[in-house]
């Protein structure tokens, strides 16, 4: 069973970055597109962006500018860099698995548990 | 990249049928069929209902069901149950290969 965990820092400062790392365990990182999502207290979700296990990357044209994503195949993990944060990043962020293949798409099919990023001096 | 419109609630009786919509636009939702549907409960991740418009994931009830007309996608949920009440989100593949959510509805199960 695929499972994936989110970690880093519960408190960030504002105008500093944001990081967090997405483990993945019980199947391989490789061919697959690794998003982050967040969701702000009591609103709804917003992508922040992919990488996929090759490295490539797209992001949310809202967030581009201060966004970058990495992956690690050798840990299986991949990992999420907010930089110039505010209050409004503020939010429960979670790490999902995409698969599109073949002309298919098959949803973010597994989630991590998400993890709670306060900007707050 | 403007979010999905969806109602922002809906509701019903146990038993019954309910229809959520998701509206965008011929660069997203009407653009292909990678719409997906997700059930998120109260303090818990998002869990997949429905992908490919129409497709159900092992695991996932028959009472669930998609499909899309132009730029609009809707989730039915027959025979509803107290346990559906939850907050439901439609997802789109979008123009510049990224993704984009609805806004989001509440369902309540009266």
């Known amino acids: 069973q695929v499972q994936l965990q989110e970690s880093g820092p519960g408190l960030v400062k504002p105008s500093e970055t944001l990081s967090l790392t997405c483990t993945v365990s019980?199947?391989?990182?490789?061919?697959?597109?690794w998003s982050w999502i967040r969701q702000p207290p009591g609103k709804g979700l917003e992508w922040i962006g992919y990488i996929y296990s090759s490295g490539s990357t797209n992001y949310n044209p809202s967030l581009k500018s201060r966004v970058t994503m990495s992956v690690d195949t050798s840990k299986n993990q991949f990992s999420l860099k907010l930089n110039s944060v505010t209050a409004a990043d503020t939010a429960v962020y979670y790490c999902?698995?995409?698969?599109?293949?073949?002309?298919?798409?098959?949803?973010?099919?597994?989630w991590g548990q998400g993890t709670l990023v306060t900007v707050s001096s | 990249q403007s979010a999905l419109t969806q109602p922002a609630s809906v509701s019903g009786s146990p038993g019954q049928s309910i229809t959520i919509s998701c509206t965008g636009t011929s660069s997203d939702v009407g653009a292909s069929n990678y719409v997906s549907w997700y059930q998120q409960h109260p303090d818990k991740a998002p869990k997949l209902l429905i992908y490919d418009v129409t497709n159900r994931p092992s695991g996932v009830s028959n009472r669930f069901s998609g499909s899309k007309s132009a730029n609009t996608a809707s989730l039915t949920i027959s025979g509803l149950q107290a346990e559906d009440e939850a907050d439901y989100y439609c997802n789109s593949y979008g123009s510049g290969s990224t993704w984009v959510f609805g806004g989001g509805t509440k369902l309540t199960v009266l």
């Open positions: 999902a698995r995409y698969l599109m293949i073949n002309g298919l798409a098959y949803g973010f099919d597994y």
């Open positions: 019980g199947g391989s990182i490789n061919n697959y597109f």
